[in-house]
């Protein structure tokens, strides 16, 4: 069995505006700050982490983040939830080809986001992708990404007794970040450059592979059955 786990946002669509403007309402009707994700560099990045180091870059304190971010949690996905029918997702070139053919290899698929869960399987709900992951780590279980690799390895072990020793498991992601966090727990990493990362940079931090785009299918294919 083979266990792929793939990022959500720049790997297999576009920017959501919808999530975007989730977070400018949510600091603006929890913490009264009118703000937005652009004052950081977010990419790769979970919803929680973003939320506190937004804040902190706006000055509050950390122990009112901390108090607050569950209230945050919900108000940013049920604005998400509510708007998102009004989003115009776009799915990156390449990508329903590659995942229908996973899906007919029998290739399990799961997703590894920095995205409240709630707020990934809604945007891949809305453009038809949710129907092939069947597990994930999310930015609901945990503020720092290399744990949500964990966990969903661990979901991918409980629910289709995959076992990491003896199968292969692939993180594939656009950034940086994604790649890092595959290889604290010891996955191949695929990056692919439809981010903001270039091809040389996501090699530099690691990667074992590297694809300009999920277009590649038979390149792609050719890599996870090599190892």
Do not use: W
């Amino acid at each position: 069995m083979i266990l792929l786990l793939f990022d959500i946002d720049k790997t297999l669509i576009d920017r959501s505006e919808c999530h975007h403007r989730a977070f400018s309402h949510a600091f603006q009707e929890v913490f009264q700050v009118n703000t937005d994700i652009d004052i950081i560099n977010y990419h790769g990045k979970t919803d929680p982490q973003i939320t506190c180091e937004v804040l902190k870059k706006e000055g509050l304190d950390e122990n009112l983040i901390k108090k607050k971010l569950d209230e945050f949690k919900e108000i940013l996905s049920s604005y998400f939830i509510l708007n998102v029918k009004d989003d115009h997702i776009m799915v990156l070139e390449g990508v329903r080809d590659l995942l229908t053919e996973l899906e007919s290899q029998g290739i399990l698929l799961g997703l590894i986001t920095g995205n409240l869960e709630s707020i990934a399987r809604a945007k891949l709900k809305q453009v038809d992708l949710d129907k092939y992951f069947k597990l994930g780590g999310f930015g609901s279980d945990n503020y720092h990404r290399p744990y949500l690799v964990s966990t969903a390895l661990k979901r991918a072990s409980r629910k289709y007794n995959f076992s990491p020793d003896n199968s292969p498991a692939f993180v594939i992601g656009d950034t940086p970040r994604d790649i890092k966090a595959g290889l604290k727990n010891k996955t191949g990493t695929i990056g692919v450059s439809t981010g903001i990362y270039s091809p040389q940079e996501l090699k530099d931090s690691g990667a074992d592979f590297v694809l300009e785009s999920l277009e590649y299918k038979k390149e792609f294919m050719r890599f996870i059955k090599s190892r």
